[in-house]
């Protein structure tokens, strides 16, 4: 647990447990009284076939655990709570959920059910997330509110209005000044009074990685003169009662506090500015930014790390607020914030296996078929070859290193004009790796092949660098032997992970039993990324045809277990992922079977074999399965 800082990033959900795997704790630090729960056992009876009594899914998996998700929203809630009533703050803390983190339609209706209590919102930054969280709220508190962002068309605008229309709590926040003519113009087409936010574009400049959006040369929002502009034209059309809400939002992961405050004291003056025009104001929203400690080293100079608690972002936020407010002398207005990695990071944990490593014992100088190998040198190779020789009884080993690449060289040449063969290529190559392994300067870092493809699970290490803690789920009590980085199943040379949290270029990894888990019957060796939850799912792709992974949803359970899964999604299938490219898998299957009745009917049972194991292959999941899991192989066979 030491070496992989479980500690840190972990707590207080994730632990390691006298069994050596890692054990979750889904409410936090207090169990309520249950266990704590094994994720290997989780891992296990998920992916185990039925006969086993699993449920057999593929494969890689994400289980997900909705008590934590339940705790981060309280947790937020309460801290917000807490620093509202220790400062005599006179209004309330109302958060929203940011969709676009994770639209998972169980993740939504969660968060939903488990803060409709506390009149937790959503946020929407497009029409279909406006349209899901427009459905799920029907179900939710009815002060909750619906903020609606991102960049607007007439289409987008009238659905909000008509979500008003429906009693739900729907702000319009202006992103840009042109939405204000679509939203006077539809509301009074559909006699709707809209309430209406804007996003402010302020000075306050978050310099890491997710502040881009930031400052006045940001992607969004208004500047001070189109605040203006904005407040003059609704006092034209008599509608300065419906600007209700000031949203900002300076970038994700807002490494510390005092940019927090200066962000939120200046975006408290625009709201008291406002308030001073006339416009009706209730709500700051301060959007998201509420960081993760994805390496637990709580620095603040790092975009993966951030050095404060949820207790201190509420308590800065509020006493920002408070004390511009109470200079000014305006009420305070009710505080939202849109954290949304915050919320559902911790919640679930991407699990795959490594299927095979990269060796690193030397070849044997026996089976290096080095016979007959002189005589097919050139003269320049065999100086080079009687020079490393040389060397070599002489104990020089730098020299040896350079004589043994200089042969390798000679022999390519030789090679692509012809007069080596591919045996004689192979040997030098073995030589070589036998010289550098002896030696001790070979590169001791192994490769883990892993059941898994980058770009659909893990989008933004492939895409920004960001890293996660991924650690093996068990086998803890074992001192890993060995160092390893990871590569995926794409045929792409960006599908690996090669940076790791702590600053690490490899991962401590034990080695593997057998062949690992897919093609040998031995010990699956299991690897889980952990604070994923926010983004991945959201922004994973298709590449080389790899969809998402197989999803269990699991809680606490009384039971001899201590967890019961109360859902189990395989990921999509060949078929599916298929269709997502506009294919059509059920002509392609009819098409494969037709020439399988033309080619390879013998007159026995042999095609029906076929027909049916390609009916199969469509219906599995890309990644690799254990065993042969389509009859093709018993034709093939
Ligand atoms: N609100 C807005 C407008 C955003 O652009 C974002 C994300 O960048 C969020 C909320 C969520 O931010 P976070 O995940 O950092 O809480």
Known sequence: ALLYRVDGWGAPYFTVNSNGNVSVRPHGVDTLGHQEIDLLKVVKKASDPKSKGGLGLQMPLVVRFPDVLKNRLESLQSSFDFAIQSQGYEAHYQGVYPVKCNQDKFVVEDIVKFGSSFRFGLEAGSKPELLLAMSCLCKGSSEALLVCNGFKDVEYISLAIVARKLHLNTVIVLEQEEELDVVIKVSKELGVRPVIGMRAKLRTKHAGHFGSTSGEKGKFGLTTTQILRVVKKLQQYEMLDCLQLLHFHIGSQIPSTSLLADGVGEAAQIYCELVRFGACMKVIDIGGGLGIDYDGSKSQDSDISVGYSLQEYASTVVESVRLVCNRKGVKHPVICSESGRALVSHHSILVFE?????????????????????????????????????????????????????????????????SLEMEHLAAVDGLCEFVSKAIGVSDPILTYHVNLSVFTSIPDFWGIGQLFPIIPIHRLDERPAVRGTLSDLTCDSDGKIDKFIGGESSLPLHELEGNGGVNGDSAPYYLGMFLGGAYQEALGGFHNLFGGPSVVRVSQSDGPHSFAVTSAVPGPSCGDVLRVMQHEPELMFQTLKHRVEEYADDGGNSSMVLTDGLACCFNNMPYLAAGASCSLTAVTA
Not at 400 to 408: G, R, V
């Open 354 to 418: 490594a299927v095979s490593a990269s060796s690193h014992v030397p070849p044997q100088m026996s089976s290096l078929g080095l016979q007959y190998f002189e005589e097919t040198l050139t003269d320049d190779a065999l100086a080079e070859y009687r020079n490393l020789s040389a060397a070599a009884v002489r104990g020089e080993y730098d020299n040896c290193l350079l004589f043994a690449e200089q042969l390798k060289q000679r022999c390519i040449e030789q090679f692509k004009d012809g």
